[in-house]
């Protein structure tokens, strides 16, 4: 059996029982800017992204818990924070829980061969702008869905995993209106958020080392 076989085998397969938990750690600096996507500046707040895994599927996924948030960087800049905020993003039912609230975590789901991880990771952020005019326009609060799939070399020596790629892509839902218009309302609805290059689906190369350490 080849190393990184016995590798995944002793790093995630023993640990899908309640005694265990196996998580893999960045640590780093907060994000200053909560949304913007393209302003890697951080601020001086430590925070740890943590993968932990929840269940194995067998075949090599396993689904996660991701807390703390992502890695945020451009393409030929060192500079790195973690986005703390859109990459968990929210999560309401108006019935349950009123507006919706700001998760703690998020699910995701890793794929590991015993060389690669590649682990994929959806959310929605909201800027909770709804509302209405005293007359009878409306207008929904912006809802961004965001997908970022990370790509990892695995270290077989060092027992880390080095982020390589992140894919990324976000959209955009809007709604606005009047209720006493012929039209009611107009929906925008994007896969991909806006037309210009910074925002549209990003393939990120970090310049910068980005090692997860198993814990």
């Known amino acids: 059996m080849k190393i990184g076989q016995l590798l995944m ?51 090599g996924l396993f689904r996660l818990s991701l807390t703390g948030g992502l890695p945020r960087f451009i393409n030929n800049n060192q500079t790195v924070c973690i986005d703390s905020d859109t990459a968990i993003g929210f999560s309401g039912i108006p019935a349950v829980d009123g507006l919706p609230q700001r998760l703690d975590a998020i699910d ?26 005293i007359f ?39 709604t606005s209106g009047a209720t006493n218009s012929i039209t009611p309302f107009l929906e925008t609805v994007l896969p991909i958020f806006g037309d210009t290059d910074e925002n549209k689906h990003k393939i990120l190369i970090p310049v910068s080392n980005i090692e997860y350490i198993l814990e």
């Open 108 to 133: 995701a789901t890793g794929y590991f061969d015993g060389q690669d991880l590649v682990i994929i990771v959806n959310s929605i952020n909201t800027d909770l702008s709804a509302g209405r005019n």
């Open 136 to 174: 009878s326009g409306f207008t929904t609060s912006f809802v961004l869905p965001i997908s970022n799939t990370l790509i990892f070399a695995h270290n077989p020596q060092a027992l880390t995993f080095k982020l390589t790629k992140i894919i990324h892509n976000r959209g955009l839902v809007h």
């Open 9 to 59: 085998i002793a790093l995630f397969a023993i640990f899908t029982g309640n005694a265990f938990a196996v998580s893999i750690v960045y640590t780093g600096l907060k994000c200053q800017n909560a949304t913007d996507a393209n302003d890697p500046t951080p601020l001086e707040i430590p925070v740890q992204s943590r993968f932990e895994v929840v269940e194995d599927v067998g075949s």
